[in-house]
Each structure stands twice: as structure tokens, then as C-alpha cells.
């Protein structure tokens, strides 16, 4: 297995030909990597404070329907450009585009999956550092009986230092770079193996958890039943660019594990293993926060600290909480792990190529260009937490609202999350579905007839005409054209 793996640590390896291009042993070894990418902060922190900041239910109904429609369809398109291309993302958008007879100005969509990759890097690693910093806490036992507020200070006295979370977010950055500068094979692929199972069972255990809190169903309630009369337009871009966060979507890096894939293994059922598994989590990572949040009357849309706020206090009141507790956090940290990873990869394998230069000092420096700008994202929840933007259209109809008070990170998460990867989903299924010929694609993905009728409809119509909707109502064009037209 870790023969496969090792194909990223190559740097030869994205100059060679395909048929002697270092490969994934199986289907699995894919899968369990694309998971490790896929299955991450976006999970266990993102989707539950977002769902509890854009009201619930139908926020997570829109999610799902984003994940079903165009998740997985354009899951399938990056991997298969990946496997066509077998290069970095600016390397296989050029080459297949040339290919094909379409402009090399394709190659400006792996261009964006680089900058969105150390974009999202920067505040990730960020986040991950607290996740870092609840280690040792848990372990020394400093949660233990608190009630509501004395976690909440906890919380609020890890973030308002910007030397601890600079020190966790100098650690992270060198775990993971340290990792990608061997290579991904240093005992990466058996940590997705064993840590994200265990992972997983420890998601049943806290379940267990919060099914003893007796707000068990208000959770579920408060997570399945839609209220469609809280969701704006925002709410519902947000579930739509969640859909490409949580699936590691639109930046290339899906795009570079599948350039690695074997030729005949399935690309369908790899994603939509990978889909299924990554929605399981992060309804999970739902259904155990918010009894505990009902159960301690605190706010569902208490933003992102919202899960360092709440398990602590059911570790605090559980037998062996100490136990579990830290090892939940480490176990966080390495889902991190491997999603940073796989986050920085397209811009390792692109430099190493453009500038010839080992992977080694592709990771140093990248290492040293992300930590710089990941001082924007610690700043901006103390000594910067006033420097704040706001943008907005005045219409006809009032103001629309897209940015309010947003601090770097906030800008930061927006601007790729909601921008930039639905954006460059956008351009994958386009050049998936309209532009790549027939034969190519139906020879990659290899399934019968009426998947591929149904497949190439998500793509060529659902999928781009959602995320150009979404997009562009929640970019306020549509109420600007309406108030310029009067209607
Ligand atoms: N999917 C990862 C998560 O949910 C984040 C990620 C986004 C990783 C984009 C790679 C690319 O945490």
C-alpha cells in the first residue's frame, strides 16, 4: 500500500508518461486517501456552526441536495480529468484542453485551485491549531465538571492569544509540510487506515452521549425538519459552497489523487463511497452538537468556536471524559492532517514542475508562504477582530447584504469557499461535460449507458445551472438587475 501512496512523493513522477506513472495499488487505497482529503475540519467544526448559524433543517436539506446533484457528478468529472491528465492541475487543464483542440487558458483553472488551496490553508491550519491547543487541556483534565461558561472562557482565552495559536499554527504547518516534503508516504496512508475508523467509532460513542442528554430529538428536529422560512439567499450559497469544502472540491486537489488513480478502477463508486462516508461524519458531527448545545441552552449560531464550546462540556460530565476527549481532539487534528495535506498538494506538485525544483523546497517554501498568511486568520479573532469589511447593493428593494462585519477570516472562508471553489466546480463540469469529447469520458468513467445519460445531465445542465443561480443571486446581480429593470 504505501508503494502507491509513494507515488506523491515522486518528483519525477508528474513528468513521466501515464503507463509508467507511478499508481494507487486499488480502488481503495483512492478511496481511503480521497476520504482523508474529503473527511476534516469542514465536518466536525464547519457544518455544524454553519448549519447553526443559517438556521437548521433547511440548510442541511440544501446541502444534501448539493452534495447528491453536484458533489458527486463533478466529484467524478476532477477525478476523471485527473486520470486523463496524469499531471498537476495547471499541467492537466493545458494539456487536455491542447488535446482536444480548446485554449491553454484552461490552465487558469488549476491556477485558481493553487491560490484557493493556500488561501484555504492558511486559516485552516489556524483552526486545526485550536484543535491542537484543546490537547493538552483535555488531557490535563481542565475541563472537567465546567459548566457553559467557564468553557466558553476557556475558548475565548485560547483565541484572544495570538502568541499560543501562532506557536500550534507554526506546529501544524510543520507537521503537515513535513509530511509533504517526504512525501505522502510516511505512515500517512495507515493513519487514514487505522485513525479514521477509529474516528468514526468515536463519533458512535459521543452519540451514545448525546442521546442521554434528553434533547436528543430537539437535535434531530433542529437538523432534519426544514424551516424554509429561515434560509436567505446566503444560507443557501453557503450550503452550496459547503457542499465543495466538505468533498475537497474545485481546486485540484481531488484532481491530482486522481491523477494517480489506476486506469480501470471505477471512478463512480469511488465517489460516491467517498460522498456517502464524508456526509455520514458531518451528520454525525450534527446530530451529537446540538442536543448538547439544547441541552445546556446555548446558541446554535455561536459561530466557530461552536464545537470548542460544546464538547468540552459533555467530556467534562462523562465518565472517562478525560480519556475520550483527548483522544476525540487528536483524532480531529489528524483528520486536519490529512485534509492540509491534500490542500497544499496541487501547489507542490505545480511548483516542483514550473520551477524544477525538489519537493522539498517546494514544501519549505509554500510552508513559509501559508504561515505568513495564516497570521491574517489568528490576528482576526484578537488584535484585529475590529478590522472588519462590509459589502452591499442598494436596491430598489433595500440594501443586499453579501459581506457584514467579516474579519479576514471571515472574508478568507467566503471568498473561497463560496467563490472560488464553486467557481472552479463550475469550470470542471463545463469542460467535463461540454467540452471533453464523448469518448474520453465515457472510456474514463466506464459505466453503462443510462449513468452515463444521467451523469452527463448532472453535469452539462444541474450542476452548472445551480451553482450560476446560487452564485449570482448571492452575488446580488439578480437584485441589482431587478432594481435596474424595475422589476
Ligand atoms: N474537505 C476538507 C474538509 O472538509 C477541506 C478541504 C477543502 C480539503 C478543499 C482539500 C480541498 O475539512
Redesign the pocket.
Known sequence: MSDSVSSLNDPSASGKPSATREQWSSRLVFVLAATG???????IW?FPYITGEFGGGAFVLIYLMCIASIGIPIMMAEIMLGRRGRHDPVTTMKKLAKESGHSRSWGLLGWMGVIA?FL?LSY?SVIASWAMAYVPRMAAGTFSGLDAQAVNSVFSSLVSSPESLIAWHTLFLFMTMSVVARGVRSGLEKAVTYLMPLLFVLLVVLIFYAMGTGHFWQGLSYLFNPDFSKISTEGILSAMGHAF?????G?G?IMVYGSYLPDHTSIAKASISVALM?TLVALLAGMIIFPIVFANSLEPGAGPGLIFKTLPLAFGHMNYGTFFGTLFFVLLVF??WT??I??IEPAITWSMKTFQISRIRAAVTSGILVWFMGLFTVFSFNLASEFTISSAISTKYGEFVILKDATAFDFLDYLTSNIM?PLGGLMIAIYAGWLMNKMYSRDELNINRFWYFIWSVLVRYVAPVMVIIVFFNAMGVVAFVRSIMGV
Request: aromatic letters at 8%.
Open positions: 482529503s474529503a473527511v476534516g475540519l469542514g465536518n464547519k488551496g484555504i485552516y469544502f466538505t468533498l475537497s472540491l481546486m486537489a464524508d483528520a486536519a485534509s492540509s491534500s490542500l471553489l
